[in-house]
């Protein structure tokens, strides 16, 4: 049972190159959640997604893209990488409803340090 | 817009007993969730609150009130390996339901 996979695990990029961080779920969650963490800090919402085909932007969407063509996946885009996005990124997906929640099972996390 | 508070650092003694602390501002609630979140590590779900009370789970319970937008998570019997952060989050309704979370409280526990 894999749950939440990103990858990768690790990445160095250089100011100005793009990427993009995968991210899949095996468990037909309707929700799924871009985060990003700094040192000592709490997780940040980059963008989220209801469903496929809807994705909607979180606190700190700036410097970012994403898609949702599947159920699974849920890929997050940077086009021009900047010092300012080196964090970890984690990836999330659950299945919600409107009268309640059920916990979001998270990714490994991808640290990405730009330089 | 939403506001979670929760002290920054604790520090507790094994075997001891600690209660994180979550305040938080929002319109449109709908529900509060705590994580455990070990360095170098994903968050990983510990509870849920959407109704006023205490929710109890072995050694952890977490206890929301939503008049007072108040909620905390006990720990007891402390272990070294409850050395975590722990993440309040918010669930809410603005517009589209959205989870925020809160910095995170590092949980030091000392022998």
């Known amino acids: 049972n894999a749950g939440v996979t990103q990858t990768p695990k690790f990445r160095i990029l250089k100011i100005g190159q793009s990427m993009t961080l995968q991210c899949t779920q095996d468990m037909n969650h309707n929700y799924m959640y871009w985060y990003r963490q700094d040192p000592g800090m709490g997780l940040k919402l980059i963008y989220y997604s209801v469903g496929a085909g809807i994705t909607d932007k979180g606190e700190v969407p700036n410097g970012y893209n994403v898609s949702r063509s599947t159920t699974e996946d849920f890929p997050l885009r940077l086009e021009l990488a900047a010092p300012s996005q080196t964090s970890v990124y984690f990836c999330a997906s659950s299945y919600s409803f409107q009268q309640g929640d059920q916990p979001q099972h998270f990714g490994d996390g991808t640290r990405l340090s730009i330089l | 817009g939403q506001n979670i508070d929760q002290p920054t650092e604790m520090t507790a003694t094994e075997g001891a007993i600690v209660q994180i602390n979550c305040t938080y501002q929002?319109?449109?609630?709908?529900?509060l969730f705590w994580y455990q979140q070990h360095a170098g590590e994903a968050p990983t779900f510990l509870s849920y609150n959407v109704l006023d009370g205490l929710e109890e789970k072995g050694r952890f319970s977490s206890f929301l009130s939503r008049s007072k937008g108040y909620s905390y998570l006990l720990l007891k019997e402390l272990q070294m390996k409850d050395s975590a952060s722990y993440l309040c989050?918010?669930?809410?309704?603005?517009?589209?339901?959205?989870?925020?979370f809160g910095a995170g409280t590092r949980l030091f526990v000392k022998a």
């Open positions: 929002t319109s449109g609630f709908n529900g």
């Open positions: 989050a918010v669930r809410a309704y603005t517009g589209g339901f959205k989870t925020i």
